[in-house]
């Protein structure tokens, strides 16, 4: 099979992670006679520094004309005065509001290799495996008013979050189909009793609810979530939530996993169904950690785990994608360790001998 793919390596740490995805991606192509096309454009700083703007009309386009898009990370401190006009972060915000990419899954699983590896008992995050839904097209992020301006009395500033009742349903669907195909257990998340958003939000993921009675829904209110995320993770399976929270929620949830550099993601353009290729854009969820850029430091198996997402939704390759998977498994059952997941008695290894290590287990 031939696909197109754009891959946009962005800013700190993003180049070299996405490198590593690559090598096991053409580890893949190799083993399976795929042929996966690259092209590489700007964004985020690098693309401001270059372009003078985040995200470029005609990367926009190539992106739009292409099979799945993968990301690295956008931003650093040369680009972060709060006064600036342009920022790396918008090319991203961008990319997923003029792709359609409204629904952002964020599986968290705890490789058990790993539960001594965070600063949660092992007993409290052993088994952990559930998945995100955040929306990522709309609410906090994206509604209107959204400014600074003088008054008599100084200055004030606004965001809105706001949502329709079809970005809420599409978004709570994708959870409740996620949901069929595992445990069959939905946590809503909304801040129902004060957000007027959050009222919506519920009354829409009830309504919805009827079409999946296989599914349980049960409805929790943010602050309480933030709680038992902590609390009793095993308790979730899957969790569907608005894009402001989400963005806060998955955070937490990756000191589960031991680190941020474990936790892959997909943005989706659609529902995902089994046997459908969806189009997606898929990151790890870090950020660009500038501190660790060039120094061959940082984790790439979170993007390395975003490429297995990519075969599975976007290219329906999910044989290929469990084999990305299992290859990562082994090696950190080997005791291979980048720095940020690093314990006593392990190996040590840079961003580029984890890649190769995967790669070369794919290879076989
Ligand atoms: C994320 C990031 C982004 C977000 C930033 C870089 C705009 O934190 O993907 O979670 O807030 O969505
Ligand atoms: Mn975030």
């Known amino acids: ?31 399976f006679g795929h042929n996966f096309n690259l092209h590489y454009e700007l964004v985020g700083g690098v693309a401001i520094d270059e372009t003078g703007v985040a995200l470029a009309q005609d990367t926009l386009k190539i992106c739009q004309g292409s099979d799945a898009v993968l990301l690295g990370a956008v931003g650093g401190p040369k680009w972060d ?3 600036v006009k342009v920022r790396p972060e918008d090319g991203l915000l961008a990319l997923r509001k003029r ?9 968290v699983k705890v490789f058990p290799v790993l539960v001594d590896a965070t600063n949660l008992k092992p007993e409290v995050i052993k088994g952990v495996d ?9 609410g906090l992020y994206f509604g209107r008013p959204k400014r600074q301006w003088q008054t008599p009395r100084g200055r004030r500033a606004a965001d809105t979050m706001a949502y329709s009742e079809q970005e809420i ?4 669907r994708v959870g409740f189909e996620l949901a069929r195909g595992r445990r069959k257990k939905l946590v809503s998340v909304d801040k129902a009793n004060v957000l007027e958003s959050s009222r919506l939000w519920r009354q829409v993921a009830i309504e919805v609810a009827e079409e999946y009675p296989d599914v349980e829904l049960e409805h929790m209110f943010v602050d309480a979530c933030g709680m038992r995320l902590i609390q009793n993770p095993t308790y979730f399976d899957v969790v ?12 937490e949830a990756s000191m589960l996993a031991g680190s941020m550099g474990m936790l892959p993601s997909a943005s989706l353009a659609g529902v995902p169904k089994e046997g459908v290729n969806i189009f997606g854009l898929y990151e790890p969820i870090h950020g660009s950690a500038p501190r660790r850029a060039g120094l061959n430091m940082a984790n790439p198996i979170a993007t390395i785990l ?28 080997e ?19 984890m890649g190769d290590l995967v790669a070369k287990r794919i290879a076989g």
């Open 130 to 138: 559930f998945i995100f839904v955040r929306e990522l097209t709309g």
């Open 81 to 83: 005065d709060p006064q």
């Open 240 to 251: 569907v939530t608005s894009n402001m929270f989400g963005d806060i929620l998955s955070d």
């Open 169 to 172: 349903e599409r978004i709570v």
């Open 99 to 107: 792709l359609g990419l409204f629904a952002n899954l964020r599986p």
């Open 306 to 333: 975003s490429v297995a997402m990519m075969l599975r939704y976007s290219f329906s390759l999910i044989s290929e994608a469990g084999i990305i998977e299992a290859a990562v498994d082994e090696v950190l059952k």
């Open 335 to 353: 005791g291979y360790r980048t720095y940020d997941i690093m314990s006593e008695g392990k190996i040590k290894v840079g961003t580029k001998e």
């Open 1 to 31: 099979m031939e696909f197109n793919l754009i891959v946009l390596p962005g800013d700190g740490v993003g180049p070299e992670v996405t490198a590593e995805a690559v090598k096991v991606l053409q580890a893949i192509g190799k083993r």
